[in-house]
T-cell receptor, first 111, second 119 residues
C-alpha cells in the first residue's frame, strides 16, 4: 500500500528565508507527483506536477524535484513571503487519475 | 478555464439527517470523479471513485451504504451521507480529471469543498 509522508509537519519562518519541504513515498511505481497548496477551509491549488520521467519542475519561486527510485520529492520555496503561508500537500498518482496525498506541511511565514 | 463546482460549501444539520453534496464539471465532461474526505489537521483521504453510468469504487474501510455515490451524467456526481452522525463531520472535496489536460500541469480540477458539521 502506497504511503506518502511529509516532513516537517509544521514550519514557521521569518519572511525572506529559502525553504525546503520534503515528501517521501513507499512505492516508486507512480505515474506522476504533484504539489498542492491548501488555504484554511479551502480547496486545493495545484502548484507543480512532475511526470514520472521528469526530474524537476519550476514555477516562479517554486522548484520541485523528483527522485523516483528513492521515493523522494522536495519542494523548494525561494525568498518566502507571508502570502506563502498555507498547508502544502504532495500527492502521488499510482495510476493516471487517482491521487494519494501526503500528510501535509503547515507553513507560516511571518513578517 | 474549466472548473468544478461543489455545492453546498457548508452544511450544519442534526444527527440522523441525510446530506447530499453535488460535484459538477462546468465546461468539460467527467466520466470519472473522485471524492475525498479531510479531517481537521489531517490530509485528504480518497473515499471513492465515481464512474459515470456504473457503480462507484470504494476504498477500503469506506462504507458503501453510508456514503452513496451517484454519477448519472457526464457532468454531475453526488455524494449522499446517509443518517449522518457527529463522527461524519469533515471536509469533503471532489475532483474531476479533464482528459483534454491529461499531459498538462493541472490534469485535475478540484471543487472548493464542503464543510459538513453534524450536531
Amino acid at each position: 500500500k502506497q504511503e506518502v509522508t511529509q516532513i516537517p509537519a509544521a514550519l514557521s519562518v521569518p519572511e525572506g528565508e529559502n525553504l525546503v519541504l520534503n515528501c517521501s513515498f513507499t512505492d516508486s511505481a507512480i505515474y506522476n507527483l504533484q504539489w498542492f497548496r491548501q488555504d484554511p477551509g479551502k480547496g486545493l491549488t495545484s502548484l507543480l506536477l512532475i511526470q514520472s520521467s521528469q526530474r524537476e519542475q519550476t514555477s516562479g519561486r517554486l522548484n520541485a524535484s523528483l527522485d523516483k527510485s528513492s521515493g523522494r520529492s522536495t519542494l523548494y520555496i525561494a525568498a518566502s513571503q507571508p502570502g506563502d503561508s498555507a498547508t502544502y500537500l504532495c500527492a502521488v498518482s499510482p495510476s493516471t487519475d487517482k491521487l494519494i496525498f501526503g500528510t501535509g506541511t503547515r507553513l507560516q511565514v511571518f513578517p | 478555464g474549466a472548473v468544478v463546482s461543489q455545492h453546498p460549501s457548508w452544511v450544519i444539520c442534526k444527527s440522523g439527517t441525510s446530506v447530499k453534496i453535488e460535484c459538477r464539471s462546468l465546461d468539460f465532461q467527467a466520466t470519472t470523479m473522485f471524492w475525498y474526505r479531510q479531517f481537521p489537521k489531517q490530509s485528504l483521504m480518497l473515499m471513492a471513485t465515481s464512474n459515470e453510468g456504473s457503480k462507484a469504487t470504494y476504498e477500503q474501510g469506506v462504507e458503501k451504504d453510508k456514503f452513496l455515490i451517484n454519477h448519472a451524467s457526464l457532468t454531475l456526481s453526488t455524494l449522499t451521507v446517509t443518517s449522518a452522525h457527529p463522527e461524519d463531520s469533515s471536509f469533503y472535496i471532489c475532483s474531476a480529471p479533464d482528459r483534454g489536460l491529461r499531459f498538462s500541469n493541472q490534469p485535475q480540477h478540484f471543487g472548493d469543498g464542503t464543510r459538513l458539521s453534524i450536531l
